[in-house]
C-alpha cells in the first residue's frame, strides 16, 4: 500500500479541465475580442499611390507623351488625384488638367505641358493626405524657330529673394553675382545649378563702411533720412581688376529731396569662392537713375535712361556726353570679347562692337517668354537674361543671324 505525500515539491494538485463546449465558447470570444482591438488601434487601411508612368522626353509647351498615370490604392473609387510641380524655382505653370479622377485604380492625365525648359523638375502627386513625388526629369527647349534659340533656364535656388536685378559673371569662379534691393543685399550663385553660394547683406556693407549709413536728406526733419544702401539693384564685374562694384540706385528721381541716393561699392574677388573684399565706396552725383554698369576695358559706364555714361571712381565724376544712346530704357549691360550688350526694358538686346561701339545687330527677345528684362550677361556663347520678376529665373539664350 502506497504512502500518500502531503505537500511539498511533489504534492499532487487536481486542475478542472473544461468542458469542449466551453472550450470552444472561450476561443470564439478571444478571437472576437481581438478583432475588436485591431480594428480600434490600427483604422482603414492607409492610402497609397505611386507613378505607374513617370514624366519623360519632356519638350516645353508640348503635351508631355506618353501620358502621366498615378496608380491608387486603398482610396474611395473615383477619387480626385491632383498634380504639381515640386519646388517650382524657376515659376514655369504647369498647363492642361492637373486634377483627374482614378478609374479603377488610375488617374491618366494625357493633356499635360510645362513651359519652361530647365533641367531637374519633379512632378508631386496628391491624394488625400497621401503624396508622392515623380523622379527627376528635364523639360528641353522647343525646336528653334527665329533667330534667338531658348536653352535651359538657370533656376535661382536661393528662392528667397524678392525683385533680383542685375547679373554679373566671374568666371574664375564660375558664379553670377545679382542684387536685391527687396532684401536689400547682393548674391551669387552657381551658374550651372542654380544654387546659392553667398549672400551679402545691408548690415555687412554698413560694418566695413560705416561712412555709408543713413544720411540726412535735408527737409529739416531728423526723423527722415536717406540711404545708400537700401536699392542694391546693379552690379558690374571688371575681370581685369578682379573687383565687383555694386550700386545703390534711385528708385524714384522725382521725390523731392529723394529718398535713395546713388552709391557705388568696389569689392575685391577673396580667396574663397563667394567671398568678397571691401575696399572702398562712393557716393554718385544727384541727377542718374544708374539702372545698369558695366566695365570696358577698365572703365565703368551706367545706363541713365536710354544712354551710357562714363564714370570715374575715383574722382567720383559721371561724363554728362553719352558714350552710347539706344531707343529704348536700359536694364542690363556686359561687355564680353570686344562687344557691348545692351538690354532694354522693351525686351530687345542690342549688340555693338569696335572701338566706336557700332550696332551689330538687334534681337527681339519677346519670343522667348522674357517678361521683365533685368539683367544680362555673356558667356562664351550663350547669352543670359535674368527675369525681374520672382522668383527671378535666368533665360539662357543663343543668338543667331537673322534670317529674315
Not at 491624394?127 to 533667330?147: C, E, I, K, N
Not at 544708374?290 to 567720383?316: C, K, P, T, W
Amino acid at each position: 500500500m502506497r504512502e500518500r505525500r502531503r505537500g511539498g515539491a511533489g504534492r499532487r494538485t487536481h486542475v478542472a479541465r473544461p468542458s469542449p463546449a466551453a472550450l470552444v465558447l472561450w476561443i470564439g470570444s478571444a478571437v472576437a475580442l481581438a478583432a475588436a482591438c485591431g480594428s480600434d488601434s490600427a483604422g482603414p487601411e492607409p492610402v497609397s499611390i505611386r507613378f505607374k508612368n513617370q514624366p519623360q522626353n519632356v519638350v516645353a509647351g508640348e503635351v508631355i507623351r506618353p501620358a502621366v498615370e498615378v496608380g491608387v490604392e486603398g482610396a474611395p473609387e473615383s477619387v480626385r488625384v491632383g498634380l504639381s510641380i515640386s519646388g517650382n524655382l524657376c515659376g514655369a505653370s504647369l498647363a492642361g488638367a492637373a486634377s483627374r479622377s482614378a478609374i479603377d485604380g488610375v488617374a491618366t492625365f494625357p493633356d499635360l505641358s510645362i513651359d519652361v525648359p530647365a533641367d531637374g523638375y519633379r512632378i508631386e502627386a496628391r491624394v488625400l493626405d497621401a503624396g508622392v513625388t515623380s523622379v527627376p526629369f528635364d523639360v528641353r527647349p522647343p525646336p528653334r524657330t527665329g533667330p534667338v534659340e531658348l536653352l535651359p533656364f538657370v533656376c535661382d535656388r536661393a528662392n528667397a529673394h524678392g525683385d533680383a536685378a542685375a547679373l554679373a559673371w566671374v568666371p574664375e569662379q564660375d558664379l553670377f553675382w545679382l542684387a536685391d534691393d527687396n532684401f536689400r543685399q547682393i548674391y551669387s550663385l552657381d551658374r550651372r545649378t542654380g544654387d546659392l553660394v553667398r549672400a551679402i547683406g545691408r548690415q555687412a556693407i554698413l560694418d566695413a563702411f560705416p561712412s555709408a549709413a543713413d544720411c540726412d536728406d535735408g527737409d529739416g526733419d531728423p526723423a527722415t533720412t536717406c540711404s545708400f544702401v537700401d536699392e542694391l539693384e546693379v552690379v558690374a564685374f571688371d575681370a581685369r581688376s578682379r573687383r565687383l562694384f555694386v550700386f545703390n540706385t534711385v528708385n524714384d528721381p522725382g521725390v523731392v529731396p529723394p529718398v535713395d541716393r546713388g552709391a557705388v561699392f568696389r569689392l575685391g574677388v577673396g580667396a574663397c569662392r563667394g567671398c568678397l573684399v571691401f575696399e572702398a565706396w562712393k557716393p554718385i552725383p544727384a541727377g542718374f537713375t544708374y539702372r545698369a554698369a558695366v566695365v570696358i576695358d577698365g572703365e565703368i559706364y551706367i545706363a541713365n535712361g536710354q544712354s551710357l555714361h562714363r564714370f570715374d571712381f575715383d574722382a567720383g565724376i559721371v561724363e554728362t556726353e553719352a558714350a552710347v544712346t539706344v531707343p529704348h530704357t536700359v536694364t542690363g549691360l556686359a561687355y564680353r570679347d570686344g562687344i557691348l550688350y545692351v538690354l532694354t526694358r522693351a525686351r530687345t538686346l542690342f549688340l555693338y562692337g569696335g572701338a566706336s561701339l557700332e550696332l551689330l545687330g538687334t534681337w527681339d527677345l519677346a519670343s522667348t517668354g522674357l517678361v521683365s528684362p533685368a539683367g544680362v550677361e555673356a558667356v562664351r556663347d550663350t547669352v543670359y537674361v535674368v527675369e525681374g520678376e520672382p522668383p527671378n529665373p535666368i533665360f539662357a539664350l543663343r543668338l543667331h543671324p537673322n534670317e529674315d
